[in-house]
């Protein structure tokens, strides 16, 4: 049986999961967006998010967990009513919005694998190749040709000037500038070893 990491805060973590059975997790555009609704309320309270995508029947996210005392100064900002454990936080995510599917699509049971899978991300080389692998996922899968054409990514807000809650000017700066991350991003590669210690 694989291990499950502890997700312990000061870290990164590369976070991902996919439907029971290979079922769709997202079946319409409203889907991906309701997600992304609780995450905001669920994740942002106890963790950085610097990458994300939300594919067809999985999704992938890379977060650093929050300390304790960065989840106190969140406390008033996202108006949490009490401080759980950072795996509970992912759950209570996935539990919503299972139960949103469950009623809007007329099924019923579990929607995610579980549990979810998380990886420690404990060197900079590593961090810059999951980013680089999350973004790249729909044209693994034959999506699109280059990771700008997904709407549901992080790589659109990585290379505008929105406003965002994505930890953009860090992403940004683990590839030295805006010019080298697209650089980076322009080129195909094989991801095969990186989804074999995936597990995928």
Not at 24 to 40: A, G, I, Q
Not at 67 to 89: D, G, M, R, V
Not at 139 to 165: A, D, M, R
Request: glycine content about 4%; charged content about 25%; overall charge positive.
């Amino acid at each position: 049986m694989q291990k499950t990491e502890n997700l312990e805060s000061g870290k990164y973590y590369h976070i991902y999961n996919r439907g029971i059975n290979g079922e769709n997790l997202f079946k319409e555009n409203r889907n991906h967006e309701y997600f992304l609704m609780l995450y905001t309320k669920h994740i942002d309270p106890i963790a950085e998010t610097l990458a994300w995508c939300l594919l067809k029947n999985h999704f992938h996210i890379l977060v650093r967990i929050k300390t304790f005392e960065e989840i106190l100064e969140s406390h008033k900002e996202y108006e949490i009513k009490k401080i759980i454990p950072i795996h509970q936080s992912f759950g209570n995510l996935f539990n919503a919005y299972t139960k949103a599917i469950n009623k809007g699509y007329n099924r019923h049971g579990a929607l995610f694998e579980r549990p979810f899978k998380r990886k420690l991300i404990n060197n900079q080389s590593y961090l810059c190749s999951v980013i680089k692998y999350i973004h790249y996922n729909p044209v693994n899968h034959g999506f699109c040709e280059h990771p700008i054409e997904y709407p549901w990514s992080s790589y659109l807000t990585c290379v505008s000037e929105k406003q965002t809650k994505l930890k953009r000017e860090k992403v940004i700066s683990l590839f030295e500038n805006l010019d080298n991350l697209k650089s980076v991003h322009n080129k195909r590669e094989n991801f095969t070893l990186l989804e074999e210690f995936l597990n995928l």
